[in-house]
């Protein structure tokens, strides 16, 4: 994943409790960010009808159809 593709939250991400909201809903990635302390890449999203982005991991998210 880059920055500009268009992502929707996975099966998992869906099942979480914080992340309910945006369940069938379209986000863009802003940017992407190494996280050192959990050793693993950050991606913010921006997702539709939000002002500020939200910080997700990789197995939260998926490529939108």
Do not use: C, H, W
Not at 16 to 40: M, N, P
Request: glycine share 8%.
């Amino acid at each position: 994943m880059k920055a500009g593709d268009l992502v929707t939250l996975s099966n998992y991400g869906a099942r979480l409790l914080a992340l309910r909201d945006f369940a069938g809903q379209v986000g863009v990635i802003l940017s992407i960010e190494y996280d050192k302390f959990r050793d693993r890449p950050v991606y913010f999203v921006l997702f539709s009808g939000q002002d500020t982005p939200d910080m997700l991991y990789r197995k939260e998210i998926k490529y939108a159809k």
